[in-house]
């Protein structure tokens, strides 16, 4: 019933953040650009209110151009290499570019859309080819297309290794990063030539128990049957997957900034300045952040559960028993890919030593086949995004992939 209440709100404030927009359009059009002191207090409060609310669909990637590791500024293409209900399997590729290695970037389903990892993405386009998972909010997947949960998350994987082929890279950031382990241990065991050339995971929750967060306690402080009645809802009537059980993205997104509000209220303080002071260039880019924090994505009810209570109450998978299709996964089957683990040293949400437990469940994998890098300095969002991710972390990610050929 909230989400509904809070859908029949949104929809109405809609057209309200819609007119500020425009009229802030309308002032750029009549001004040319040229906006007099007096009117830019209108505009700095119009963008305030356009901004004051979420949005439920993806924002585009916009990546036109790269410049890849020789300086030459190269086009690039944006297709979709397939797509299955709950999610399109985006190709991004430089006009030109021959025999680069390929990675399959799988992303969170986690509240955001792909469009979190644009510049982790930007970033591998220098030297690679790119596939990356662009989960669909499932609030629009009709009930008719079925339910979706963790074993569907790594079935998804394996299909994608499927359709991009032999010598591919998989690469997980953060909540995947256990099922794209999960799915390399299944093709393992499976003796299956799309085995991934090498696995690379960057601040994943493999094994909870080690350095518990803030995050991870909460997920334990309630039983399963708690997150059930209070945080699943019924998708509202004005969307395509009407009647589905989700945990709305919405939700979660509020319950973050409770928990740093004052932090978000002193940046549109800021952005409200920088705008008065001219500094256009600055506010743009707390304007562009917030574009894609407030996006916002359902997760369905059998994932987001399945999720809290094997990966986060149960530890599952470095106990052993975590199943998968039926079958308990085997880490131990693991025994051609490279694996590079990555952390960071102040990542709040998945403590140092959680990642890297996968190279103690990967046992029977060679030594000389096992890298880890611990990255002094930054948070969760700054093993893959940001200038330490691209000066220090990448480097490290592009000669792991390069010794693997």
């Avoid at 830019?40 to 990546?63: C, W, Y």
């Avoid at 894609?292 to 149960?314: G, R």
Wanted: net charge negative.
């Amino acid at each position: 019933m909230m989400y509904q209440t809070y859908q029949n709100f949104a929809k109405f404030i809609d057209p309200i953040r819609w007119g500020a927009k425009e009229h802030n359009h309308v002032l750029d059009t009549y001004f040319d650009g040229f906006i007099p002191k007096s009117l830019l207090s209108v505009k700095a409060i119009n963008e305030q209110v356009s901004l004051m609310g979420f949005t439920h669909s993806r924002p585009e990637f916009d990546i036109h151009s790269i410049l890849d590791a020789e300086g030459i500024d190269r086009r690039v293409e944006e297709t979709c290499a397939t797509q299955t209900a709950f999610c399109n399997l985006l190709h991004f590729k430089k006009e030109g570019a021959v025999g680069e290695p390929k990675i399959l970037l799988v992303t969170p389903m986690s509240g955001h859309f792909a469009t979190l990892l644009k510049g982790t993405l930007k970033t591998l386009l220098k030297d690679h080819e790119v596939f990356i998972t662009d989960w669909l909010n499932i609030r629009e997947v009709p009930l008719i297309e079925g339910d979706f949960d963790f074993d569907s998350y790594v079935d998804h994987i394996i299909q994608f290794l499927h359709f991009i082929g032999e010598d591919t890279h998989l690469m997980a950031v953060c909540q995947p990063t256990v099922a794209a382990l999960v799915a390399t241990a299944i093709l393992s065991e499976d003796k299956s030539d799309v085995v991934p050339a090498s696995l690379i995971l960057l601040a994943g929750p493999i094994d909870v128990r080690v350095n518990p967060t803030k995050v991870n306690q909460l997920a334990n402080e309630k039983p399963i049957s708690w997150f059930k009645q209070k945080l699943i809802a019924n998708v509202p009537y004005q969307c395509a997957g009407k009647g589905r059980r989700v945990y709305p993205g919405v939700t979660q997104l509020i319950a973050f900034m409770n928990m740093n509000m004052q932090r978000h209220q002193d940046t549109f303080k800021k952005l409200y300045q920088l705008r008065l002071e001219g500094k256009h260039e600055e506010a743009q880019l707390i304007v562009d952040f917030y574009e894609e924090y407030f996006a916002v994505m359902d997760l369905s009810e059998n994932f987001y559960l399945e999720t809290v209570e094997k990966i986060f109450q149960k530890t599952e998978l470095p106990k052993g028993v975590l199943e998968c299709k039926g079958r308990i996964v085997n880490p131990r089957a693991i025994k051609k890919p490279f694996l590079l683990t990555i952390e960071g040293e102040r990542d709040d949400i998945c403590g140092i030593g959680q990642t890297l437990a996968a190279q103690d469940l990967c046992a029977l994998l060679p030594a000389y086949r096992k890298s880890h890098h611990l990255q002094a300095g930054v948070g969760h969002y700054g093993v893959f995004n940001g200038k330490r991710w691209e000066k220090y972390i990448y480097p490290i990610v592009r000669n792991h992939i390069q010794s693997c050929i």
